[in-house]
């Protein structure tokens, strides 16, 4: 299976979720974010397609990561792909965090492939960045309306647990 990236796994990331990460980068998203920080993902057929084996293999040799964060772009546009990589995250001890502009409910109301991302993922941050609600203060996002959630304790709960408010 292919997927198209924005660029190169990036390692030894503190800003993309708790601990240190590598960031999977992924190309294409509709939601056009006014003042996106990368909006240069935006395009589907920009960035570089790539094998998922390629990313398993690069995940094996990882050092010192707690972690993987799947952003972009939209993970979601992609999700057969992203959840793949996210199931091997975790067969090898990684967590996964996902950066999405859908909300979370969007995804549970969505198709079985973007739930079987949302049920291999950790933490979810979600909904559309928001320039009019642009925060410094947010914890692992850029808006207050964005969320940080715990995805297992609100699939068990049956609705949103966030993490940091």
Same mark, same amino acid.
């Given at each position: 299976?292919?997927?198209?990236?924005?660029?190169?796994?990036?390692?030894?990331?503190?800003?993309?979720?708790?601990?240190?990460?590598?960031?999977?980068?992924?190309?294409?998203?509709?939601?056009?974010?006014?003042?996106?920080?990368?909006?240069?993902?935006?395009? #589907?057929?920009?960035?570089?397609?790539?094998?998922?084996? /390629?990313? &398993?293999?690069? %995940?094996?040799?990882?050092?010192?990561?707690?972690?993987?964060?799947?952003?972009?772009?939209?993970?979601?546009?992609?999700?057969?792909?992203?959840?793949?990589?996210?199931k091997f995250a975790h067969s090898i001890g990684l967590n996964v965090w996902t950066y999405t502009g #859908?909300?979370?409910?969007?995804?549970?109301?969505?198709? /079985?492939? &973007?739930?079987? %991302?949302l049920k291999n993922t950790d933490v979810l941050v979600d909904g559309r960045f928001e320039i009019d609600k642009k925060s410094l203060a947010c914890?692992?996002?850029?808006?207050?309306?964005?969320?940080?959630?715990?995805?297992?304790?609100?699939?068990?709960?049956?609705?949103?647990?966030?993490?940091?408010?």
């Open positions: 299976m292919k997927v198209r990236l924005a660029s190169n796994l990036q390692s030894d990331s503190i800003v993309d979720g708790d601990g240190i990460r590598t960031v999977i980068w992924f190309q294409g998203c509709k939601h056009h974010c006014k003042e996106c920080q990368n909006p240069e993902t935006w395009n #589907f057929d920009g960035g570089m397609e790539v094998d998922i084996e /390629d990313i &398993k293999e690069q %995940l094996k040799k990882l050092k010192y990561q707690t972690g993987i964060t799947l952003s972009g772009g939209d993970p979601f546009f992609q999700a057969s792909a992203a959840a793949e990589i996210a #859908f909300t979370y409910d969007e995804i549970i109301n969505a198709n /079985d492939e &973007k739930m079987e %991302l914890k692992f996002r850029g808006s207050t309306n964005q969320r940080v959630i715990d995805v297992k304790k609100s699939l068990e709960e049956g609705g949103v647990v966030t993490i940091y408010d």
